[in-house]
Nanobody, 119 residues
């Protein structure tokens, strides 16, 4: 059983920064990658960023490229999403998720952490 717990969300002014954390616990042996998705009110959940379990090959949606940085603390099994130059359109509930080796998609989600950017 794997558990994902996000934290770090909050209210920030446009142009500000936040760092989200995702602590992953349990049986992590099969995890291939960890990702961040977000869902704004009235919209579908969308991909933000991902990184392999070994902390390599960060990948970003074009909407956040150059502003967000994903990283992993391998000792703490924690994935971070450093968000800078935040915009009002970044306002959403941010979810952490994982994908197992051999799986085609992300398949387990945390409870989410709310990010609100005021303009």
């Amino acid at each position: 059983q794997v558990h994902l717990v996000e934290s770090g969300g909050g209210l920030v002014q446009a142009g500000g920064s936040l760092r989200l954390s995702c602590v992953i616990s349990g049986n992590t042996d099969r995890i291939y990658a960890v990702g961040w998705f977000r869902q704004a009110p009235g919209k579908e959940r969308e991909f933000v960023s991902s990184i392999t379990w070994t902390g390599n090959y960060p990948y970003y949606d074009d909407s956040v490229k150059g502003r967000f940085t994903i990283s992993k603390d391998n000792a703490e099994n924690t994935v971070y999403l450093q968000m800078t130059s935040l915009k009002s359109e970044d306002t959403a509930l941010y979810y952490c998720t994982k994908r197992d080796r051999g799986a085609s998609d992300f398949d387990l989600w945390g409870q989410g952490t709310q990010v609100t950017v005021s303009s």
